[in-house]
């Protein structure tokens, strides 16, 4: 489980406006979003019914897209 520390910034009645983590919580949460990113990237292709490309097809299909644009 990821523990961070927030520092709140606040607004003069009080009300939490802001939040200031320490870089390396910061860090650690951007980790842990572009993980949940990928397990959610992957659970949408298995449900997608899509057939999977062999990754030697799929890597002349984005150099193919990549010259297109």
Do not use: C, Q
């Amino acid at each position: 489980m990821l523990t961070v520390n927030p520092h709140y910034i606040t607004d003069k009645k009080g009300k939490k406006i802001s939040v200031v983590l320490p870089i390396k919580d910061f860090n650690a949460l951007m980790e842990e979003l572009e993980e949940l990113e990928d397990i959610r990237m992957y659970d949408e292709s298995v449900t997608s019914g899509d057939k999977p490309v062999p990754l030697e097809e799929a890597f002349k299909i984005i150099e193919k897209s990549r010259k297109i644009l």
